[in-house]
């Protein structure tokens, strides 16, 4: 069987016809290069070089300082009005003037003006015009200069305690930012510093900060100059003190056999006896797991009351001075309750309740015979707290004060 085709008609006077013709010419990037004079590609590149510029963040900001709003044509005629009189009477009095409107700007040195409140180019170094009748100035030293941030205790990420401080070394690298970015430089770079050195401290364990001090330096410095770019204030060196250990990590057991529990085996796991007997003879020989913080054992119990009337006689002016601050302690068990010891205001005060003398400023949470441990020296505030046998609220800074307030109030 042979099939038939016939040609279709071509000519269908119904057909729409679109036109996808553009009226633009495209030309290729090479034409284009050298037409118009854009790009340049240069030899041994793949790529065009562009004909534009970029600046950095940095310059961005330099610039962005004096741009102006704009003013009217009578505003800049009563400035100019203005400016030529001072100039006028700067020439009448000279040379009595000068001895008041030139000012020597060592090499070291840049003076911003602002002249009837705008700010004028940077001049420096050498001598300069000031018209003291609508300039301010201020002269900023371009040295290095240097801080000490404090010595600051803070956890570290394996629950280690240390204290730690730093020496910071800066330098102005833009006069003009540093002067209309910042109100309190040296504030603000402390404050900075303080923040960005525990925020490292606390990222790394124990044995990461005694062993890479330098690194933890130099990346607290990047993270500085991050910020205080932008307030053209260069951040040149930070040296970090030599960590000083407070208290150890909690030690990580890691033997499989020094559980005080039977050792877990998955199910219907068949282990042969002469394995199980090994097992069990290891398991009973390393004995229970040790406890991060030793159980104090209650001897010589002394109620809270007992301590509150033992601890009142000690309370004094010199006290309050030295801490000012009102604890709160909150203890279960037997003869719990809430009680507060005040050393913010007259000679300080304890006792039952909640505290006259205002909101606490830190709250203590944990057994009556942890308190009485705590009291005697026996149990320390951070181990306790660590172990989670001390619970704090509020103001952490008041409450590692305590260690210092009980070698004061210590029991015998």
């Known amino acids: 069987m042979s099939a038939k085709y016939s040609k279709l008609p071509t000519d269908d006077p119904d057909t729409v016809t679109f036109d996808f013709s553009s009226p633009f010419t495209y030309g290729s990037m090479l034409a284009q290069n050298s037409d118009h004079g854009l790009f340049t590609q240069r030899q041994g590149e793949n790529k065009p070089s562009s004909a534009f510029t970029y600046n950095t963040g940095q310059r961005a900001n330099s610039e962005r300082?004096?741009?102006?709003?704009?003013?009217?044509?009578?505003?800049?005629?009563?400035?100019?009005?203005?400016?030529?009189?001072?100039?006028?009477?700067?020439?009448?009095?000279?040379?009595?003037?000068?001895?008041?409107?030139?000012?020597?700007?060592?090499?070291y040195q840049r003076l911003v003006i602002f002249r009837l409140g705008r700010q004028i180019p940077t001049?420096?170094?050498?001598?300069?015009?000031?018209?003291r009748c609508i300039d301010s100035w201020t002269l900023i030293d371009?040295?290095?200069?240097?801080?000490?941030?404090?010595?600051?205790?803070?956890?570290?990420?394996?629950?280690?305690?240390?204290?730690?401080?730093?020496?910071?070394?800066?330098?102005?690298?833009?006069?003009?930012?540093?002067?209309?970015?910042?109100?309190?430089?040296?504030?603000?770079?402390?404050?900075?510093?303080?923040?960005?050195?525990?925020?490292?401290?606390?990222?790394?364990?124990?044995?990461?900060?005694?062993?890479?001090?330098v690194n933890i330096s130099n990346t607290v410095q990047v993270d500085i100059n991050q910020s205080t770019m932008t307030w053209g204030?260069?951040?040149?060196k930070v040296e970090i003190s030599q960590p000083k250990i407070i208290h150890q990590p909690p030690p990580v057991n890691i033997n499989p056999f020094s559980s005080s529990g039977p050792v877990l085996l998955p199910p219907n796991m068949n282990v042969p006896t002469p394995i199980q007997q090994m097992m069990s003879g290891m398991t009973s020989a390393a004995g229970p797991a040790p406890s991060i913080l030793p159980v104090t054992q209650p001897t010589d119990q002394v109620t809270p009351h007992g301590l509150?009337?033992?601890?009142?006689?000690?309370?004094?002016?010199?006290?309050?001075?030295?801490?000012?601050?009102?604890?709160?302690?909150?203890?279960?068990g037997e003869n719990g309750g809430v009680f507060y010891l005040d050393l913010k205001t007259g000679q300080g005060s304890v006792g039952i309740g909640e505290?006259?003398?205002g909101a606490a400023d830190t709250e203590l949470s944990m057994t009556t015979q942890d308190m009485q441990s705590l009291f005697r020296g026996e149990l320390k505030p951070f181990p306790a707290y660590i172990s989670g046998r001390l619970r704090i609220s509020g103001d952490l800074d008041v409450a590692m004060k305590l260690e210092h307030l009980i070698d004061k109030l210590k029991l015998k």
């Open 65 to 107: 300082v004096h741009e102006e709003t704009p003013r009217s044509q009578l505003h800049r005629t009563c400035t100019a009005l203005i400016i030529g009189m001072c100039y006028i009477l700067l020439f009448v009095t000279f040379p009595v003037s000068a001895w008041f409107s030139f000012k020597v700007v060592h090499q």
């Open 123 to 131: 001049k420096g170094p050498g001598t300069v015009l000031i018209l």
């Open 142 to 213: 371009m040295r290095t200069r240097a801080f000490t941030v404090p010595p600051q205790q803070t956890f570290t990420s394996d629950n280690g305690v240390v204290e730690v401080g730093a020496d910071v070394y800066y330098r102005i690298s833009d006069a003009s930012l540093s002067v209309t970015s910042l109100q309190d430089r040296n504030h603000a770079l402390r404050v900075l510093a303080h923040t960005a050195l525990l925020k490292h401290i606390a990222k790394h364990a124990l044995d990461d900060v005694e062993i890479n001090l």
């Open 233 to 236: 204030v260069e951040i040149s």
């Open 308 to 332: 509150l009337a033992a601890v009142r006689p000690l309370l004094n002016e010199s006290m309050v001075r030295n801490f000012g601050a009102i604890y709160k302690f909150i203890l279960q």
């Open 355 to 357: 505290p006259p003398g």
